[in-house]
Antibody, heavy 121, light 106 residues
Framework: QVNLLQSGAALVKPGASVKLSCKAS????????IHWVKQSHGKSLEWIGY????????NYNEKFKSKATLTVDKSTNTAYMELSRLTSEDSATYYC??????????????WGQGVMVTVSS | EIVLTQSPTTMAASPGEKVTLTCRAS?????MHWYQQRSGASPKLWIY???KLASGVPNRFSGSGSGTSYSLTINSMETEDAATYYC?????????FGSGTKLEIK
């Protein structure tokens, strides 16, 4: 069965960086794009960007272009998101999710369990 | 960017009651997708391509709509349906979500 296993919660200081991981299993990793979504506490969902695990090509939401960097390691079926220059606005739960495509529309069929990032001194 | 507006923001329904949640898009989209999120859990794909139920979703749920107006309907509310429901458009980047409807049991 498809599973996206994310790394544990992180407590980081303002101005620092954090690298989150998302290990995929149960399907061919390179066949599906991995997307990342942010959910601030009690708020809605924001799309951050995606990576093509096969080519490494990335596409970002303009809002997160200078904040997030997406990478993959095909040898371990793992996707990563690094968040830099962290502020309190970055405190949130971050999800990795797998993209499905049909007839010109995209949606997310499997989600990781989420990782809570807390930015605090 | 396509903005999705969900209504109502919050509602409470009694067991057995029919419930309709609405999602309006700022531009026409080809399909709408819906996710259910229970407290403390990840979102789950619930309805995709406007009207298809994801695996395991009870058939008291249905989805409909076109263009800029879409809806999710629960034919007969059950306790386990209490959750927040988000719509999502996949027609153009950036992919966007609605602000959610929190559905509670009365």
């Amino acid at each position: 069965q498809v599973n996206l296993l994310q790394s544990g919660a992180a407590l980081v200081k303002p101005g620092a960086s954090v690298k989150l991981s998302c290990k995929a299993s149960g399907y061919t990793f390179t066949d599906y794009y991995i997307h990342w979504v942010k959910q601030s506490h009690g708020k809605s969902l924001e799309w951050i960007g995606y990576i093509n695990p096969n080519s490494g090509y990335t596409n970002y939401n303009e809002k997160f272009k200078s904040k997030a960097t997406l990478t993959v390691d095909k040898s371990t079926n793992t996707a990563y998101m690094e968040l830099s220059r962290l502020t309190s606005e970055d405190s949130a739960t971050y999800y990795c999710t797998r993209l499905r495509y049909y007839d010109g529309t995209y949606y997310f069929d499997y989600w990781g369990q989420g990782v809570m990032v807390t930015v605090s001194s | 960017e396509i903005v999705l507006t969900q209504s109502p923001t919050t509602m409470a329904a009694s067991p057995g009651e029919k419930v309709t949640l609405t999602c309006r898009a700022s531009s026409s989209v080809s399909y709408m997708h819906w996710y259910q999120q229970r407290s403390g859990a990840s979102p789950k794909l619930w309805i995709y391509e406007t009207s298809k139920l994801a695996s395991g979703v009870p058939n008291r749920f249905s989805g409909s709509g076109s263009g800029t107006s879409y809806s999710l309907t629960i034919n007969s509310m059950e306790t386990e349906d209490a959750a927040t429901y988000y719509c999502q458009q996949g027609s153009s980047y950036p992919l966007t979500f609605g602000s959610g409807t929190k559905l509670e049991i009365k």
